[in-house]
């Protein structure tokens, strides 16, 4: 199929190998940025933060990171051009969505009279996902899946190359990272940046999945 949105699903692919001489441009990262804010949630919680590991400092620290386990992954951590951790909110509470709706109000997308309706309303969503323990980490983790999906379609269309994977440390992430954290959890991340010619496996390999007609049913 020619169309663009398909060539560049076409196009992205997961990077098994970086050149670590080729960087992300700001004005890209700049665009990822506003790509990511600018994704959907369930009741607009955005119950996330996006942590951009850029410096070689921050990389080293993340490289440390993979001390235990996924050391398949643990190149990237310094190869790639940049890392993307994504932290949900594990125990997201009606203060958290007051500044939500703080915003929805101020933005002029919600008017001041429906401020209450829509903070006891819309959270009905959130607490209908809460346990008694107040943990809806379930919930507000598949909100940074939607953003994930969203930042590798903005990828594709920018031409940089990605890796996605949960094949992280959460436990140590939270211990590297915990002043930046602060409570949140990372058990997804995104290295991104350019592939390394003819090293890097997955290069060019003709897209894998199930058939249409395996996958969708139309009524
Ligand atoms: C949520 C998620 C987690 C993934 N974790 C890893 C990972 O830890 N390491 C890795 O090399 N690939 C990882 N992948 C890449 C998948 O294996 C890859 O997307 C899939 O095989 C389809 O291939 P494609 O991305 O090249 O189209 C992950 C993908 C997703 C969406």
């Known amino acids: 199929m020619s169309?663009?949105?398909i060539q560049d699903l076409e196009r992205?692919?997961?990077?098994?190998?970086?050149?670590?001489?080729?960087?992300?441009?700001?004005?890209?990262?700049?665009?990822?940025?506003?790509?990511?804010?600018?994704?959907?949630?369930?009741?607009?919680?955005?119950?996330?933060?996006?942590?951009?590991?850029?410096?070689?400092a921050a990389k080293q620290r993340l490289h440390n990171t993979f001390a235990n386990k996924y050391q398949f992954n643990q190149p990237h951590a310094t190869e790639a051009s940049h890392i993307i951790l994504f932290a949900h909110n594990p125990a997201y509470t009606k203060d958290d969505y007051r500044k939500v709706v703080d915003v929805e109000v101020s933005s002029g997308h919600l008017p001041a009279e429906m401020y209450d309706n829509m903070l006891n309303g819309a959270f009905a969503f959130a607490e209908a996902n809460t346990n008694d323990a107040g943990f809806n980490g379930e919930w507000t983790k598949a909100q940074t899946y939607i953003a994930l999906g969203n930042t590798l379609h903005a990828l594709g269309r920018l031409g940089i190359d990605s890796t996605p994977m949960e094949g992280v440390d959460s436990e140590l992430i939270a211990e590297e990272f915990k002043q930046e954290l602060n409570g949140y959890v990372v058990e997804v991340a995104l290295a991104i940046g350019y592939h390394k010619e003819g090293e890097d496996y997955n290069h060019g390999l003709p897209k894998s999945r199930l058939p249409i007609e395996d996958i969708f049913t139309v009524l």
């Open 12 to 56: 992205r692919y997961t990077v098994k190998k970086y050149d670590s001489n080729k960087r992300i441009s700001a004005e890209n990262i700049a665009v990822l940025q506003q790509a990511m804010r600018l994704s959907a949630s369930s009741i607009n919680s955005q119950p996330w933060k996006f942590i951009i590991i850029e410096s070689d």
């Open 3 to 5: 169309h663009p949105i």
